[in-house]
């Protein structure tokens, strides 16, 4: 332990910290931010309707607002890295790039609230962020403080440039500033990617108690190899992590990407089913303001989102896999369980699958299957009539099954 975790490990005695109760959080929070669409985008003479600024926070607020997605329940604009300038003011106080962020941040969330709509914002626990700007070290409750008078609702709190083995003392110190400060701040955390990546054991005790939210893998990307990827390691990692999942605090396999130019229409389908299943926060990041109509509507299909957002905050898990199909489960509120079955296959046609009760371990004799993307479509499964469907290639079908009582 270095001598600046042992400071806030004692600062965390002496004060009591213990843990995080901030009463948010009691579904995946939903949302859009800036980093995997728009990078640190940082030039506005080039580029002045994509760079890094006020003008493109206001106008997916709008968006948000205007197109739909606020009545969903997309609630969050957040912006990530590439946000300040490159010093702190004279009183250690963070200031926004002052050409891209004029009005300052207390005026742009107070923007974003008059849509109502909540406002994030990202700094990083270590000297700097990854983008090389001023981070939280030894500035920790100064921080918390400005993002609480500036109206931040939501804080996304990166782990480049630090310790790792700071981590949990100084994630739960940031915890304790922000839950200091009274205003009712959504904590969202890096610390488990850092340590996995580097090889470290992680305590998700530890990281629940702290977090609402906290990454696990690998920052997403604009293709299908980095999707399927972080779809792979949330199957093959299940039992070490799906536990600590619960209204409170959430697993985050990173951003949803659909509207961008990396996935097809079948595997934005998977992208938004499985993150149904895998009870993910639904943070897009996107261009609210040029997408295409297929994509915009799977980000607001409300059935979807309803499995998401469901009340039990149970997440699920892949139960089967086998010639590049994938089978996921998640208990559902009301006796219901949502299954995915997913098409890892690039051969160009669509599998015919067929799947028993017993291979599909149900345990009862009969089952109704809703088609969980219309909800219009339904057959019975028995002891006698297996589940028959047909995947596409990178697709997947969802149901909804509910057990029929004779
Ligand atoms: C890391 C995070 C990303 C993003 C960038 C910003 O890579 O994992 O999500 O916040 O930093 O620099």
């Known amino acids: 332990m270095t001598w600046g975790a042992v400071i806030v490990a004692l600062w965390c005695a002496v004060t009591g910290i213990n843990g995080l109760d901030n009463g948010l959080a009691l579904t995946p929070p939903m949302g859009w931010l800036t980093w995997e669409r728009f990078r640190c985008n940082t030039n506005c003479e080039r580029d002045p309707e994509n760079c890094i600024s006020e003008h493109l926070?206001?106008?997916?607020?709008?968006?948000?607002?205007?197109?739909?997605?606020?009545?969903?329940?997309?609630e969050y604009v957040i912006i990530d890295d590439c946000w300040l300038a490159s010093e702190r003011d004279q009183n250690g106080r963070l200031v926004p790039d002052p050409n891209r962020f004029p009005s300052g941040i207390k005026n742009l969330s107070d923007y974003v609230h008059s849509k109502k709509l909540k406002f994030g914002i990202y700094e990083d626990f270590g000297k700097k962020t990854c983008g090389g700007y001023p981070g939280s070290e030894f500035y920790m409750q100064t921080d918390a403080e400005?993002?609480?008078?500036?109206?931040?609702?939501?804080?996304?709190?990166?782990?480049?440039?630090?310790?790792?083995?700071?981590?949990?003392?100084?994630?739960?110190?940031?915890?304790?500033?922000?839950?200091?400060?009274?205003?009712q701040i959504f904590y969202s955390c890096e610390w488990p990617f850092y340590k996995i990546v580097y090889g470290h054991s992680v305590d998700f005790a530890a990281v629940r108690k702290t977090c609402n939210l906290w990454r696990n893998y690998y920052d997403v990307e604009d293709s299908w190899s980095s999707v399927s990827d972080i779809i792979k390691f949330w199957g093959n990692n299940s039992d070490i992590f799906n536990k600590y999942a619960g209204p409170g605090g959430w697993n985050d396999p990173?951003?949803?990407?659909?509207?961008?130019?990396?996935?097809?229409?079948?595997?934005?389908?998977?992208?938004?089913?499985?993150?149904?299943?895998?009870?993910?926060?639904?943070?897009?990041s996107n261009d609210l303001r040029r997408m295409r109509s297929s994509s915009k509507a799977l980000l607001q299909n409300r059935n979807l989102i309803s499995i998401n957002q469901d009340k039990l905050g149970i997440q699920g898990s892949m139960i089967q896999k086998q010639n590049g199909i994938q089978i996921w489960r998640r208990e559902l509120s009301m006796n219901r369980i949502a299954m995915a079955f997913l098409n890892e296959n690039s051969d160009g046609t669509p599998r015919f699958l067929s799947f028993s009760l017993v291979?599909?371990?149900?345990?009862?004799?009969?089952?109704?299957?809703t088609e969980a993307f219309d909800m219009k479509m339904s057959?019975?499964?028995?002891?006698?009539?297996?589940?028959?469907?047909?995947v596409?290639?990178?697709?997947?079908?969802?149901?909804?099954?509910?057990?029929?009582?004779a």
């Open 57 to 74: 926070v206001k106008s997916m607020a709008d968006r948000m607002a205007s197109e739909g997605y606020r009545d969903v329940g997309y």
């Open 146 to 183: 400005s993002f609480a008078d500036w109206g931040v609702d939501y804080l996304k709190f990166d782990g480049c440039n630090s310790n790792l083995y700071d981590f949990p003392a100084g994630y739960e110190a940031m915890g304790f500033f922000l839950n200091k400060t009274g205003r």
């Open 254 to 284: 990173d951003m949803l990407i659909l509207g961008n130019f990396g996935l097809s229409y079948e595997e934005e389908r998977v992208q938004m089913a499985m993150w149904a299943i895998m009870a993910a926060p639904l943070i897009m």
């Open 359 to 369: 291979d599909l371990k149900l345990t009862s004799s009969t089952y109704n299957f």
């Open 379 to 390: 057959s019975l499964v028995t002891e006698q009539k297996p589940l028959e469907m047909y």
């Open 392 to 405: 596409n290639p990178h697709g997947i079908q969802l149901f909804v099954a509910r057990e029929i009582v």
